[in-house]
Nanobody, 127 residues
Framework: QVQLVESGGGLVQAGGSLRLSCAASTRTFSSYFMGWFRQAPGKEREFVAAITWSARSTYYADSVKGRFTMSRDNAKNTVYLQMNSLKPEDTAVYYC????????????????????WGQGTQVTVSS
């Protein structure tokens, strides 16, 4: 079982930046593929970004490409989401998620691919 705890959300003006963190409680963090998703009120949960086990590759939704950067520090069991040039439409609850190598091939942009989820952190961008 892996527990994920997000932090770093808050209220920011449009054009501003926030850095989200997600800490994982596992000794085998480097064997987990990690993703960030978000969910706005009345909308389905949507893919934001993902990163491979070794951080060799990252993937982004078109809506955040060029503005958001996902990274991981396997020594600290933590992934990050640096969000720049924030827009009001980025307002949502942001969740980090994880699956181990047994989930390879499920499709990193699909919420159903992930086995573990954090509780979420609210990001609000004012115009």
């Amino acid at each position: 079982q892996v527990q994920l705890v997000e932090s770093g959300g808050g209220l920011v003006q449009a054009g501003g930046s926030l850095r989200l963190s997600c800490a994982a409680s596992t000794r085998t963090f480097s064997s987990y593929f990690m993703g960030w998703f978000r969910q706005a009120p009345g909308k389905e949960r949507e893919f934001v970004a993902a990163i491979t086990w070794s951080a060799r590759s990252t993937y982004y939704a078109d809506s955040v490409k060029g503005r958001f950067t996902m990274s991981r520090d396997n020594a600290k069991n933590t992934v990050y989401l640096q969000m720049n040039s924030l827009k009001p439409e980025d307002t949502a609850v942001y969740y980090c998620a994880a699956y181990d190598k047994s989930g390879t091939g499920r499709g990193y942009s699909r919420p159903a691919a992930y086995d573990y989820w954090g509780q979420g952190t609210q990001v609000t961008v004012s115009s």
